[in-house]
């Protein structure tokens, strides 16, 4: 699904004052696309990602979906997975909440567990997953609806370094065969390049972007080759210094 951004701004009104927490953002997301938007702490991202989903309310600008009712799945950095259901029926949760739990939707989710790892996991319990099979149970929970739009916000965080990146990889080779459209929150530059077909960075709050750049990273590279592209480096440096500038 194609969805752009025109000129949204946020303001939130408390009882005493008035709290300008994005100035003015506007991008483009095209169907199958991962944008990852950087920005240091309290710019905005969050806000953001919760206007884009439909929970908060933008104070000016307006998002257009090419489509009236958008499928919209939006995923915590927390994988809230529920502590008392085995990983099928939490990776079913959204079908279930959408009245949409047939055998033919149980068996897809089935079949995505096998796929990304998960088969001896199943019908276990959440505590006996590693936090990097967490997050795949809770990608699959919200890929399991089919969404037209994928919202991540900061997935990735709760990881130590190394599951980090090899999480992320899965979870890129992922969203490209399934031709996911995603906007990825992170605050990781290297995670924006190597995840981004554009990566749009986001000035301190209130924010307003402040560059939008293609990586155009070969997809077939594993994620370390990417790493260590002059490319890579270069843009790992460009955005380092945007971000430094306020
Ligand atoms: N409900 C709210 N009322 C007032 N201010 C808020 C509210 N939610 C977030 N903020 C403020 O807006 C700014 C942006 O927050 P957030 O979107 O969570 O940033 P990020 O996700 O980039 O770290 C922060 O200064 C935060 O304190
Ligand atoms: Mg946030």
Redesign the pocket.
Known sequence: MNVILNNIKKI?N?QNDN?E??KNISFNLLDGEIISIV??????????L?IISGLDKQTRGEIIFDNKNPKISYMFQTDALLPYRNVLDNACLGLELMNNKTNDNIDKVKNMLKEYGLKDFIYSKPNKLSGGMKQRVALVRSLAINPDLLLL??PFSALDYYNRIKVSEDVFKILKNNKVSTIL?T?DIAEAITMGDKVVV?SS?P?IVKNIYKPNLDDNLSFIDKRNSQKFNDLYKQIWRDLNEK
């Open positions: 939130y408390n709290f927490a994005i920005g240091k702490s309290g710019c905005g991202k969050s806000t953001l919760n916000d900061e929150i605050h986001l709050s924010s």
